[in-house]
């Protein structure tokens, strides 16, 4: 089955660095996108950005780019989302999911098809 | 950047009854890479509907999804106690991918 499982509940600091993961299993982790999205609890859904595995390609939405750094590590198998200093406006749930693809080149694109279940980062000082 | 604009922010609906969501784009949506999610509490989005229409695994023929170009629509039709959710559009054939701001369907 294929499956996203991301790191538990993070309670921090403003100024704190905070890295937090999400690690895949039950398909080739190497050659399919993973997407960060954020989520201000009762808001919408905001994209952060995605990493491809195999060769590290990154793509960020401006909004976060420079604020945060998403990476991978193919030998875990696990995504990585990671902040040098919090604020207290980054306290929200943070999704990773999977793009989901109909072709070997993921040419056919088919939306976020694996989810994981969420982590929440509160940060208060 | 393209904005997704949900109409409307919330349905009061009946067991049995159809719903029909809407989202329009400001801008035309690249290869129709244009995304429906269901969101429960305390639950992660699940994928409904990709490529605007097609529906994504395990999905039940009661969504239907419908549109191109600027204007999406999502169809629920007889309408069963687990649908009442919050639904959210979603274009993902340009950078930055953008959602629009959900549609809560309830009792």
């Known amino acids: 089955e294929e499956d996203l499982v991301q790191s538990g509940t993070e309670v921090k600091k403003p100024g704190e660095s905070l890295t937090i993961s999400c690690k895949a299993s039950?398909?080739?982790?190497?050659?399919?996108?993973i997407a960060w999205v954020r989520q201000v609890p009762g808001k919408g859904l905001e994209w952060m950005g995605m990493?491809?595995?195999?060769?590290?390609?990154?793509l960020y939405s401006p909004s976060f780019r420079g604020r945060v750094t998403i990476s991978a590590d193919r030998s875990l198998t696990t995504a990585f989302l990671q902040w040098s200093s919090l604020q207290a406006s980054d306290t929200a749930i943070y999704f990773c999911?999977?793009?989901?693809?109909?072709?070997?080149?993921?040419?056919?694109?088919?939306?976020?098809?694996?989810w994981g279940q969420g982590t929440a980062v509160i940060v208060s000082s | 950047e393209i904005v997704l604009t949900q109409s409307p922010g919330s349905l009061s609906l009946s067991p049995g009854q159809s719903a029909t969501l809407s989202c329009r784009a400001s801008q035309g949506i690249v290869h129709n890479y244009f995304a429906w999610y269901q969101q429960k509490p305390g639950q992660p989005p699940r994928l409904l509907i990709y490529g605007a229409s097609t529906r994504a695994t395990g999905i039940p023929d009661r969504f239907t999804g419908s549109g191109s170009g600027t204007d999406f629509a999502l169809t629920i039709s007889r309408l069963e106690p687990q649908d009442f959710a919050v639904y959210f559009c979603?274009?993902?054939?340009?950078?930055?991918?953008?959602f629009g701001q959900g549609t809560t369907v309830e009792i």
């Open positions: 999911a999977r793009l989901g693809c109909g072709d070997a080149s993921c040419l056919e694109r088919r939306g976020l098809d694996v």
């Open positions: 990493i491809y595995p195999s060769g590290s390609d990154t």
């Open positions: 039950g398909y080739n982790f190497n050659t399919y996108w």
């Open positions: 979603q274009q993902y054939g340009s950078s930055p991918w953008t």
